[in-house]
């Protein structure tokens, strides 16, 4: 039941702004010719890098380079007092140091320090979901079960119904043996992605909810 992975892929690559479908190679290497002859550092600049760290991380998922990239990447932005910058940047590092080297405590602490900018940046308010969510999954990888739910259901506090967020508290649910709660939260994930149309989601979500329901013994609702 743990799609941890592609969940952070989905928020990192979809909810981020660029869809993972619409990314190559050679736009990669399109838009790191242009940041190397940009000719000053300002918020364009800085944007650049950000978008070419997001790529990186789906397009060459075992770069370590891309952890001092997104170290100078704060530096220049808090150079030119740039806090979305920094924030992004440090959301980034999280992703960075979970994905190549499964560094939980790293990811977190970057996680955090992006969540200390945006809580004081009104403007930046639309990434704060990324942050709690990213964190409440580091959290639940780690079997830190009662932390991932604290944080998911910020998650939920925090703006629209996503069925991520509840499919993914199902999940910590199940896997701590409560039932109920695991029911309760698939069944509004499946609402939730079957009114988007999200297909997979629904499907999975059915999948892991029919277990439930066989491991308390109601074969009648797990059809």
């Known amino acids: 039941m743990r799609k941890l992975y592609a969940l952070l892929l989905f928020f990192l690559f979809s909810y981020g702004g660029i869809k993972a479908q619409e990314i190559s190679m050679k736009q990669l290497d399109s838009l790191a010719f242009k940041i190397k002859h940009y000719p000053k550092t300002d918020t364009v600049y800085i944007n650049m890098r950000l978008d ?39 959301l980034r590092l999280g992703v960075a140091y979970n994905q190549l080297y499964s560094n939980a405590d790293m990811a977190v602490e970057n996680y955090q320090n992006a969540l200390k900018i945006i809580e004081h940046q009104p403007n930046l308010v639309k990434y704060r979901f990324e942050a709690i969510y990213n964190t409440a999954t580091i959290f639940y990888e780690q079997k830190e079960y009662n932390t991932a739910i604290r944080y998911y259901k910020k998650a939920i ?55 439930v329901y066989v491991g308390l013994n109601k074969t009648a609702e797990a059809k």
């Open 52 to 90: 070419y760290v997001r790529n990186s991380l789906f397009l060459k998922p075992t770069d370590t380079t891309i952890i001092r990239y997104c170290l100078n990447n704060i530096a220049l932005s808090k150079k030119i007092d740039y806090p979305k910058g920094v924030a992004l940047s440090y």
């Open 157 to 211: 506090d925090d703006g629209k119904p996503r069925f991520q967020v509840y499919s993914a508290l199902a999940n910590v649910y199940g896997s701590t043996s409560k039932s109920d709660s695991a029911i309760y939260f698939y069944k509004k994930a499946i609402l939730i992605s079957k009114k988007e149309k999200a297909l997979i989601y629904t499907a999975n979500d059915l999948s892991n909810l029919s277990l």
